[in-house]
């Protein structure tokens, strides 16, 4: 059965205008066509779903997706968000000059008089140049350097609002000012499921992040696109269990509760709400089904678990997250986020008060995230699934308080593997003390677009109206460099530029 849920007859951005049409058909009319009744569907979930899938090909389900706009490099997606502000100048982004000029006045060496109180503070870490394209990635991430090769590093990244919430809202929904629908969202809508029986989007968070669950929400999208939240420990989907004595006889309960919604929804054929609803219902018997198969890391080898750090059955570690992540890609869901940590600032990267408190947040993470890429590059599985590793901003190449450092969104670093983008990459330069962007500018939306485009969507064309305007992730902005992607795909209109601005320094 094709998993392609596009209407051929409409052009790529008249998707939104399926919502409602009465061309929808019901799934008892689907049912009642393909001459099956629902009674055979009760013992059968396997069946169930299918005819469920069927229905929503034929215009029965939540939305009507549009297909992809070219050829796609990457099928899923993992976004890693390094919650606090990671600094740049401590970890991806060395400045021989600053540390040169550790302690003096920003007015001796910046020109900048508003800068002139404050003082400069060179990295306390050390930093090497690792793999055969020599990326200079410092002491923080001794396994990461491991895989510097497969690391698409970007250094000129940029945003407009040093404040935690709408910096995290930005990064997520491509909006500092308004909750918008989030990236993950989007390519639910704009994708579909590649497994139609789990949700498309899962989000392991623990803690709140800024923002707090604006960061996974659909938003004007239709509801069924909304992220799943997981919770690390032994029960990451809350009240999964069912009551009834056993699945068979929940699928008999589901079924009555099944006919009972469809007569309500008759009379209100345009309710997504109610459709999605509807849909979570079929999701959450899945869930019930495969969720104890899928959360259980005891099926890993030593090695595997090894590899990862996951100790002791611990099952609400970062490596756990990561090891679950792959198993959630394995089984074909579109985009998995896991989000480090919440908004307790002690416990985030939020270093106002030291930047060694870097040291362990890096060191729950480094091991953990090497393990998902080499782990996903030996299952074959790294060229179609985009890692995308990113933070709110960056951090000031000055001091503030005692050691530490604050917010800076003038210039930041984030990183992409994987799916289509040229692993060993240096892309863009900050000036000699990291606190702004020289050459190469990346702004979040540019991230976004990029993100997009490797997934096989043109961001120009992938729109939703609501409330009288066209929406997109990328708003009105969105550029993509096409100098970090492998076997670039032009679309019309754009241009590939002459010259590399690879660098490797």
Known sequence: ??????????????????VGRPRRTGRRQFLARAGCGLAALAGSAGVYNWLNRAAQINGG?????????????????????????MSHVDTFDPKPKLSANDGKFGADVLPLPSLKAIRLMGSPFEFAQHGESGIWISDLFPNLSSVADELCVLRSMYSTTPQHVQSVLMMHNGSE???????????????????PNLPSYFVFC??????????????????????VRLYPGKNPISNLASPAANLSLHDLERQMLHDANELFASSRPGDLNLQAREKSFDTARELMRVAPELFDSGEETEETLDLYGVRNNDNKSFAWQCLMARRLIERGVRTV??????????????????????????????????ALITDLKRRSLLDETLVAICTEFGRTPWEENTKGRGHLSDAFTCLLVGGGAKGGTVY???????????SDKLHVRDYHATILHLLGIDHRRLTYRYAGR????????????HEILLNVTVQPGERVPTQSRRQVS
């Not at 389900?61 to 502000?85: E, N, S, Y």
């Not at 008060?353 to 091991?367: E, L, N, T």
């Open 428 to 438: 863009g330069e900050t000036d000699e003390f990291g606190y702004r962007v020289v």
């Open 61 to 85: 389900g939540p939305v009507t997706p549009p297909r992809a706009t070219h050829a796609a490099r990457a099928k899923q997606l993992i976004l890693v968000f390094l919650t606090g502000g």
């Open 206 to 227: 623990g803690d709140d992040p800024y923002g707090g669950a604006q960061v996974w929400d659909s938003n004007f999208l239709p509801p069924v696109h909304q992220g």
């Open 177 to 195: 000012r308004i909750p918008l629908p989030s990236i993950g969202s989007w390519l639910s809508y704009g994708l579909g499921p590649l497994n």
């Open 1 to 18: 059965m094709s998993n392609d849920w596009s209407d051929p007859s409409l052009p790529v951005w008249s998707q939104e205008h399926l």
């Open 470 to 481: 066209d929406f997109r992730l990328t708003d009105v902005g969105g550029r993509i460099p």
């Open 337 to 370: 986020e896991l989000i480090d940590s919440g908004t307790d600032s002690d416990a985030n990267w939020d270093s106002h008060y030291g930047i060694m408190k870097h040291v362990p947040r890096a060191r729950s993470v480094d091991q953990p995230l090497t």
